[in-house]
Each structure stands twice: as C-alpha cells, then as structure tokens.
C-alpha cells in the first residue's frame, strides 16, 4: 500500500536528520583506529563521547555539508543537474564554510571556481575516497527506482568531484538503499542486498556482486565480519588493519549496509556498531543514520540526538523544500515494494 503523504515527508525529514546525526556522532571519531574507541563508552547516546577541535557537540562534516547543497540544488531546479550542484558545491568552498573535506572534493571545487566545467572538474579514475557517497542520499528521494535512472543521476551527482565509476555505482547504491527505506515496506537481507546490487550494476558489476553476495556476511559475529568487510576492495599496499574503515567507497558502503541490516530497526544499535569500526566512520555512521531513518521515521531516531544534533531546523527545512519541489511536478512516488519475511 502507498504510503501517505505526510508519512512519506515524516520518512524523508528523518533519513536526513539520520544521517547528520550518524555524521555528527562520527565526525570527532574520524581517523581514530579501533583500539582507540575502547576507551570510549556509550558513542551512540549523546554528541559528548569527544569534541573534535573548536567544534561544538553535534556539529556534522562536510558530507552532511555536500549532502544539503545537493538538495538544494535539486528542490531549486526541480531536477539532477550538474550545473547546478557544481555551483551548490563550489559555493561551500567559495564561502569558506566547507569542514575539513578531503583533498579530492577541495580539487574539484577549486577547479570549478576557476572556470572549469562540471563534468570535467572531478578527480580522476582510481580516486574512490567516500565524499561523494553523501550527496545521493538526495537521489534516494528524488529519483526513479529505475538501476538505469539510478546510475544516470548518480553519475550526475558524483562526477562533479569524481569520475570513477565506482563512486557512481556506490552512491546508486546508497540511493536504492534509502528508497527502500522510504518505500514503508518491510525487507530481508537477500531482498535488500538484491535491489541495491541491482542498483549499482549499470555502472559498476564487481560492486554489484559484493553487495548481492553481503548477506553470507550476516551469519557473522560484527567482530569476525567488519575487519573482513573492511578489507574488501582496498588493495593489500592501500590497507592498513589497524587504522578502522579506509577512505575507499567500497569498504564504507558495506559496512554500513551490513551494520543497517544487523540492526533495521535499532539506530542506536546500528551507529554503536558502524561507530566501533573507526576510521571513515563519520561518512559510515551518516550512510547507517539515512537508511533506517528513512525506514523508522522521526519517532525512531533518538530523541536526544534528534534534538541535539545542530541545525535541525534547517536540516527539516531542507528536507521540506525538497518535498514540496517533488510535490510540484506533481511526480510524487513510493520506491518499488520488496517483498519481505521477518
């Protein structure tokens, strides 16, 4: 059964509260190696577990940053358009507002400030970092459930700071994976990791087959399963056990699908686990918080975190206007249903 309106708008404001929330617990862990997160207790129960610099608690990174500029871009234009979130994305360095964002994306945006075209400005083929996942978050609202419409507008939104097709596969994948949360309809493992694999196959089939394959993975314990995961595309020379969830857009999408999958319903659960992982666990944690925020809506995101994570306001204002854009092109859909057995 569709879902109603308001309950859809409700799903939409939460996967991106979610997801600032996830970032925002993530962004003071950001580059800690596990070992160090033992010390640290309770990391998925309030923004206190440890401030990073001159930031205050419940501040989110630049993929919470790129994330609303993209939405912005799409409720203003009514459409993916790169011309547009180049701009979107360019202004945050142009204002100097964007926080501690990876050399690829500060390339890219420079490139653009200086003339460059949008689809030529993004960083070459074999640069794979996860700043670019964030932004599709957007097109798991917006877009066709389509794997083809998917890949297209992915590959519209990344390519502005990354052209290699991995990072288009993985944001379609990521936009899938919110789309079935929004959808209201219930999932198992297989059916989930099915749909976002098919997702990410047009423009990336090895990735395709790690996800179609993720759920053997669910059989194990996190501690036997997230070192592995973690493994899992990173060439041996780029990989480092003991640093947590390397930069590579591989490794952070499983992990967070994993983690979303072992808890579907448990935010808390779900980010405690992702959180433990260290590394990149901001932009992780972020992925985790906009998919099950997406499925349980606002009611099921901590209170505490919903409240104390920064900029709410304008975190709902955005989802709102990005809302009310798809209402006026009178285009309105729930994902495709997947059929589901608890």
């Known amino acids: 059964m569709p879902l109603r309106l308001a309950e859809l708008q409700d799903r939409l404001?939460?996967?991106?509260l979610g997801f600032a929330v996830g970032d925002a617990l993530g962004f003071p862990l950001r580059g800690l190696p596990p070992p160090g997160l033992t010390r640290l207790s309770h990391?998925?129960?309030?923004?206190?577990?440890?401030?990073r610099g001159r930031f205050a608690k419940g501040q989110f990174s630049d993929d919470t940053q790129m994330m609303l500029a993209v939405a912005e871009a799409v409720a203003s234009e009514k459409r993916v358009d790169g011309r547009s979130i180049a701009a979107h994305l360019s202004w945050l360095w142009q204002e100097g507002v964007i926080l501690q964002p990876p050399n690829s994306a500060t390339q890219s945006a420079q490139a653009l400030l200086a003339g460059t075209p949008w689809m030529s400005a993004g960083a070459e083929i074999g640069v794979r970092d996860p700043s670019c996942l964030s932004r599709a978050l957007v097109l798991g609202f917006w877009s066709e459930p389509s794997p083809p419409r998917l890949a297209h507008d992915a590959q519209v939104s990344t390519v502005v700071t990354h052209k290699d097709p991995?990072?288009?596969?993985?944001?379609?994948?990521?936009?899938r994976a919110v789309q079935l949360g929004l959808s209201g309809e219930q999932h198992d493992g297989a059916a989930f990791c099915a749909e976002v694999s098919k997702a990410a196959a047009p423009a990336h089939q090895e990735l395709a087959e790690e996800l179609y394959y993720l759920p053997r993975a669910l059989a194990w314990a996190p501690d036997r399963?997230?070192?592995?995961?973690?493994?899992?595309?990173?060439?041996?020379?780029?990989y480092d056990l003991e640093a947590g969830l390397p930069a590579h857009v591989t490794p952070v999408l499983l992990t967070a699908l994993?983690?979303?999958l072992k808890a579907p319903t448990d935010v808390r659960q779900a980010l405690s686990m992702v959180l433990s992982c260290g590394g990149e666990v901001d932009v992780a944690a972020g992925l985790v918080g906009a998919i099950i925020g997406a499925h349980v809506g606002t009611e099921g995101l901590p209170a505490r975190l919903r409240r104390n994570v920064l900029y709410g306001d304008s975190l709902v204002d955005a989802a709102d206007r990005l809302f009310d854009a798809r209402l006026a092109k009178e285009h309105v859909t729930?994902?495709?249903p997947v059929t589901v057995r608890r």
């Open 43 to 51: 990391v998925a129960d309030d923004f206190a577990a440890r401030p």
């Open 258 to 260: 994993y983690c979303v």
């Open 13 to 16: 404001r939460a996967s991106l």
């Open 225 to 238: 399963a997230l070192p592995a995961l973690r493994r899992v595309g990173v060439s041996s020379a780029d």
């Open 334 to 336: 729930v994902a495709q």
């Open 166 to 175: 991995l990072c288009t596969a993985a944001a379609a994948a990521f936009a």
